[in-house]
């Protein structure tokens, strides 16, 4: 069975899409790439949901095992009705925090803790402050400095990030100095998305769409100052067209923003499934 972390700091993760109004009709299929997926507009619950129909086994972590909270904004009161996701999106949220996975997780900084457990581990994003304590943590780094390096392929483990969650990734440093995303190619938030949430909400919201504050570089600057070339850096402007990015070289997939979740849960578990094959041909060959 595969295994999946989803790793999160304690509170401030985008639980839901900025943009839907739609009702949510959720399918996936895991074995074809080409399969065709409706809107399922979060970050952190339609990951989750899609590991869960591919029978995979899902772990949260946080700094202490402590139960993650996600974005309040998009959950409650009017910012809710403003920007968050309509009933049939937040009953999906729900049944995820109401689930023994969510109300146990584990502790990334506890002693012996490992990303190596785990086939998969997926880096939700989030605007609020608070995820920096994810992006920030010297332990997160250390954890994916370790890990990443092996879903360089034919590596078996893979990494998904999505929004702001790159981050994590392009803070993690190898043992040459460089970001563990140096040589790859990669997608987060682009800078006009961020430009626009941050200008169109900054009466009500103050700097809430600038996790560093307001002044502060934007995620795909950051990105692209630790790449080999910036031009690794691949965006879309089309913000109603899922766009997502599968690095040729590591088992790593990366997504802009929450419309993109959908589309990015597919590959996640479309590529589990790709790896998990070739360890069973090997079992087979031995």
């Keep these: 069975m595969v295994k999946v972390l989803i790793i999160m700091a304690d509170y401030g993760h985008d639980p839901t899409d900025l943009t839907t109004t739609k009702p949510l009709h959720y ?4 074995t074809n790439r080409k399969a065709n997926l409706c809107h399922a507009p979060t970050e952190v619950a339609v990951p989750y949901h899609a590991f869960k129909d591919a029978a995979f086994e899902v772990n949260f972590a946080t700094e202490t095992g402590k139960t993650p909270r996600c974005d309040s904004r998009m959950l409650e009161g009017l910012s809710q009705k403003l920007l968050g996701a309509a009933a049939s999106v937040m009953k999906l949220y729900e049944s995820m925090t109401a689930s023994a996975e ?3 997780p584990l502790s990334w900084t506890a002693p012996g803790f490992s990303l190596d457990d785990f086939d998969v581990v997926h880096i939700p994003g989030g605007h609020d402050k608070d995820v920096r304590q994810l992006m920030d943590s010297a332990v997160v780094q250390k954890l994916f400095a370790d890990y990443f390096p092996k879903t360089k392929k034919p590596g078996r483990k893979v990494v998904g990030a999505i929004c702001h969650g790159p981050l994590v990734l392009c803070n993690a440093k ?11 190619t990669t997608t987060a938030l682009p800078a006009c998305f961020e430009s626009v949430a941050f200008h169109g909400t900054r009466l009500f919201l103050g700097d809430y769409y600038k996790t560093y504050g307001a002044g502060s570089e934007n995620v795909e600057t950051s990105m ?5 070339d910036p031009s690794q850096f691949k965006s879309s402007w089309v913000p109603n067209r899922p766009f997502v990015v599968e690095d040729s070289e590591y088992n790593y997939i990366s997504a802009r923003f929450p419309p993109d979740a959908a589309k990015y849960s597919e590959m996640v578990v479309n590529l589990a499934h790709l790896v998990q094959s070739y360890k069973s041909d090997e079992s087979r060959t031995q």
């Design 27 to 30: 399918r996936i299929c895991v």
């Design 102 to 104: 969510m109300q146990q």
């Design 174 to 184: 190898g043992e040459d100095g460089n970001s563990v995303l140096y040589h790859c």
């Design 224 to 228: 692209k100052r630790v790449l080999k």
